[in-house]
């Protein structure tokens, strides 16, 4: 079974600065994706960046980056120059191989206050 | 806009009663996923849909269904209605419905059981 970790509720951060989402993951799969996901106040959900686990770049996307330690089964997702529109939940997601095919495992997420 | 639509944007409803949620993939895509958003359980997979064939399916309660039409659109239909059931539905959609594709997710259906 997989199973997404994001310890922390939420986190606060400063207009302009960067700051850092945690995740971790379980999985027995040799091979699988993560994903992250943003869901505005609006409610839809938005996809940021992936990271596939035989990936030896971390991935990168705008000011989106993921720290990617496969030792350590982390996936934290990295917004640099933070903006007022960062505000959002942030859904940590994992997808792995095996008879799961296309199922999503999500966390319980992060909400993030960007302050002016 | 991730091209993925999902009609109705609310619904609202009273316990016992069915509703139908429909769902349109983007365009290319041939598969479909069901998910669902409550504030206790979270986010939670449903099913899955490939090329109008059933090919994974999740914590989707009996008194729930779906299908994926031959134009590629799909349906979530749910029925005997429970508070419980008041969540947010989301459609998503990707093209082989393997590997490691990214899902786009449409708008969502937001049901509030009364």
């Known amino acids: 079974a997989q199973k997404i970790t994001q310890t922390q509720p939420g986190m606060f951060v400063q207009e302009k600065e960067a700051v850092t989402l945690d995740c971790t993951y379980d999985?027995?799969?040799?091979?699988?994706?993560l994903f992250w996901y943003k869901q505005p106040s609006s409610g839809e959900m938005i996809f940021l960046i992936y990271?596939?686990?035989?990936?030896?770049q971390n991935a990168t996307e705008g000011r989106y980056s993921l720290n990617f330690q496969k030792a350590r089964k982390s996936a934290n997702l990295v917004i640099s120059a933070s903006q007022l529109g960062d505000s959002a939940m942030y859904f940590c997601?994992?997808?792995?191989?095996?008879?799961?095919?296309?199922?999503?495992?999500f966390g319980q997420g992060t909400i993030l206050t960007v302050h002016p | 806009d991730s091209g993925v639509t999902q009609t109705p944007k609310h619904l609202i409803t009273a316990t016992g009663q069915r509703v139908t949620l429909r769902c349109s993939p983007r365009?290319?895509?041939?598969?479909v996923y069901w998910y669902q958003q409550s504030l206790d359980q979270g986010l939670q997979f449903l099913i899955q849909?490939?090329?109008?064939?059933?090919?994974a399916k999740g914590n989707i309660l009996e008194r729930f269904s779906a299908q994926q039409f031959p134009d590629l659109h799909s349906e979530l239909n749910l029925s005997s209605l429970e508070l419980g059931d008041s969540a947010l539905y989301f459609c998503?959609?990707?093209?082989?419905?393997?590997?490691?594709?990214?899902?786009?997710f449409g708008p969502g259906t937001r049901l509030l059981v009364l």
């Open positions: 998503a959609s990707s093209v082989e419905g393997a590997g490691q594709e990214t899902q786009y």
């Open positions: 999985t027995s799969d040799q091979s699988y994706g």
């Open positions: 990271q596939g686990s035989y990936d030896e």
């Open positions: 997601a994992m997808r792995a191989g095996g008879t799961s095919y296309g199922k999503l495992t």
């Open positions: 365009s290319g895509d041939l598969s």
């Open positions: 849909y490939y090329n109008g064939e059933e090919r």
